[in-house]
């Protein structure tokens, strides 16, 4: 089994970005004025992002906004209208979004063109946190227990949905308890309402949860356990084998054999005008070490880090970007024309579904999820999930 890897640049990446042709035009510039959605405030993504800013203005003298928003719809909803450029989503925001599952299976919803523009691959995990007082080692201990399920937000209990499927678990195994928002889902568990949530291990919440009397722990997901990760990945693509050294309780050599996936994912949507997207990619690019040690997790946003062959396409933007500092290779384009395609085949047969789709929401959801299932085989591409 493959396990996360950051070396698909190469080891002169980082000289490339200080090598650019100092002739090379840019392609547009920033506004003085810019926003970004973000996860909750607390949260390891709006820490990062404030952290962005900060650099931003010192530099650049731009100035970032940046909004939180408390689920996946929340932080998408203003790109969608094209009141916001970017965000630092998630992969319900990104990945869900695309494939139009859960929410954004909905009718007001669909198939949505997004693009990535950087990922943020730190050394920390995204993963089900627990209080140590619930004496949860592994996965497998997880059944019976009270979880929390965060309403529009699909990527945080999808993520649920798949660290459960390694240990052979369903929803059905646990006891689900509701919350509006990431942060009153964590605070839950420090309240004891429920013992465990999903999380970044860098988010303030997880740090309040350590410090708490409760207690922070990680339940394992151990590499080794090929069944477990098959019925991992069915449920969650994104998902890659990593062992966790950043957040409370974690370091260097106290690692914790766990998955994860990029968190935040910088993205935008395909008509997002692509000298502002070049822009903002040359920026984060090269101002990292004016943020890098500002918050917990940036060292991720690093050039040498980041994957470009990921399950979303990056924007036409950024790749000009990549292209002109020498750390874009030939084959990423083969990938991003096929998850380009991809959208495409989930776009047509959406329009083609909502002619005659039901009325009713629940009949609508359920007939969306088979004719996209069919589209998606048709061309033999991954259904990845066939209902919901």
């Known amino acids: 089994m493959r396990h996360y890897s950051f070396k698909s640049l190469a080891a002169g990446a980082a000289l490339a970005v200080l090598a650019a042709a100092p002739g090379a035009q840019a392609q547009g510039k920033l506004p003085d004025q810019l926003t970004w959605t973000a996860y909750d405030v607390g949260s390891g993504g709006y820490n990062q992002a404030v952290a962005v800013g900060n650099a931003l203005k010192n530099k650049l003298n731009v100035t970032l906004r940046v909004l939180p928003g408390k689920n996946d719809v929340s932080r998408t909803v203003p790109l969608r209208e094209g009141k916001v450029p970017f965000s630092a989503n998630g992969v319900g925001g990104t990945y869900m979004a695309q494939e139009a599952v859960y929410e954004f299976g909905g009718k007001d919803w ?10 943020n691959n730190s050394d920390a995990l995204l993963t089900v946190v627990t209080a140590k007082d619930a004496n949860i080692k592994t996965m497998a201990d997880m059944k019976g227990k009270r979880v929390a399920w965060v309403v529009g937000a699909p990527s945080l209990n999808q993520n649920i949905t798949a660290l459960l499927a390694y240990a052979n678990l369903t929803w059905a195994d646990v006891q689900k308890v509701e919350f509006g928002g990431f942060g009153p889902a964590m605070q839950g568990i420090i309240n004891n309402q429920v013992d465990a949530a999903f999380a970044s291990t860098i988010s303030g919440q997880a740090y309040q949860l350590a410090s708490s009397p409760r207690g922070i722990a990680y339940p394992t997901v ?3 356990d090929k069944e477990g990760w ?29 998955a994860t996936y990029p968190y ?6 395909a008509a997002v005008d692509k000298g502002q997207v070049y822009a903002m990619t040359k920026a984060m690019v090269e101002l990292y070490n004016d943020y890098k040690d500002a918050a917990p997790g940036n060292v991720g946003w690093d050039i040498k880090r980041q994957v470009f062959d990921w399950v979303v396409p990056v924007h036409e933007g950024a790749v000009q970007y990549f292209k002109e500092i020498g750390v874009w290779k ?59």
């Open 264 to 269: 935040p994912v910088l993205m935008t949507y």
């Open 230 to 258: 098959k019925r991992l990945k069915a449920k969650a693509p994104f998902y890659v084998p990593f062992y966790g050294a950043e957040g409370p309780e974690m370091s260097a050599s106290n690692k914790v054999e766990g």
């Open 110 to 119: 669909g198939p949505q063109p997004v693009r990535s523009l950087l990922l």
């Open 330 to 388: 030939p084959e990423y384009d083969k990938n991003n024309a096929a998850l380009i395609e991809r959208q495409k085949t989930m776009n047509d047969a959406w329009e083609a579904y909502k002619k005659t789709a039901p009325a009713d929401d629940a009949a609508f959801a359920k007939g969306w999820m088979k004719a996209r299932a069919d589209a998606l085989a048709a061309k033999k591409m991954d259904v990845f999930l066939a209902e919901w």
């Open 222 to 224: 151990p590499h080794g």
